[in-house]
């Protein structure tokens, strides 16, 4: 069964940094491409950064460019995101998503919550 | 601002059929057979229903249905039952440099 959990989520100030990480099991991780979507509450879905199989390709939304960091651990089926200079419109729930053949996304974790405050 | 359009809510009675639209532009999901929609149910992840403009995975019930035409991309749900209440996102491939993939700004599914 393929399972993603996210974690590593919570309370941060504005200017903080947080690690996200998204632990996958279930399938052969090294043949997936990946992907992070996040969620403002109430709000819609928001892609934010993908990276291919091996890591080679990586792309980000315009919001989060400069500021965040997608990467993957291929020898601990993990995948990661990196998260510097958070502000209040970063709050919202983070998911990971398996990359369908670029078609889509075929499984999503549960998602952890990211709240930037002060 | 999404950079998909997509009604805010649609509702219909148990048994009719519904259809959610979902517009784009020539460089999303006009110039590519690469629209996808998800279900999501309060408080759960998104669920894929539909990829590749028409097709379902494995799993999904037949009663989903989806289409494109020009720029503007289609679910619909037939035999509307309770359990298909939930938001609907509609998503697309892009060729902006600025994206990899675009949502839709989600659809409230009401079953009367």
């Known amino acids: 069964e393929v399972q993603l959990v996210e974690s590593g989520g919570g309370l941060v100030q504005p200017g903080g940094s947080l690690r996200l990480s998204c632990a996958a099991s279930?399938?052969?991780?090294?043949?997936?491409?990946m992907n992070w979507v996040r969620q403002a509450p109430g709000k819609g879905l928001e892609w934010v950064s993908y990276?291919?199989?091996?890591?080679?390709?990586?792309y980000y939304a315009d919001s989060v460019k400069g500021r965040f960091t997608i990467s993957r651990d291929n020898a601990k089926n993990s995948l990661y995101l990196q998260m510097n200079s958070l502000r209040a419109d970063d709050t919202g729930v983070y998911h990971c998503?398996?990359?369908?053949?670029?078609?889509?996304?075929?499984?999503w974790g549960q998602g952890i919550l990211v709240t930037v405050s002060s | 601002q999404s950079a998909l359009t997509q009604p805010a809510s649609v509702s219909g009675s148990p048994g009719q059929s519904i259809t959610i639209s979902c517009t784009g532009t020539g460089s999303d999901v006009g110039g590519y057979n690469y629209v996808s929609w998800y279900q999501q149910h309060p408080g759960k992840a998104p669920k894929l229903m539909i990829y590749?403009?028409?097709t379902r995975p494995s799993g999904v019930s037949d009663r989903f249905s989806g289409s494109k035409s020009g720029n503007t991309a289609s679910l619909t749900i037939s035999g509307l039952q309770a359990e298909d209440e939930a938001d609907y996102y509609c998503s697309s491939y892009t060729n902006s440099t600025t994206l990899y993939v675009v949502f839709g700004g989600g659809t409230k599914v009401t079953v009367l």
């Open positions: 590749e403009v028409t």
């Open positions: 990276i291919s199989n091996m890591g080679s390709t990586i």
């Open positions: 998503a398996r990359d369908f053949m670029g078609t889509g996304f075929d499984y």
């Open positions: 279930g399938f052969t991780f090294s043949g997936f491409e």
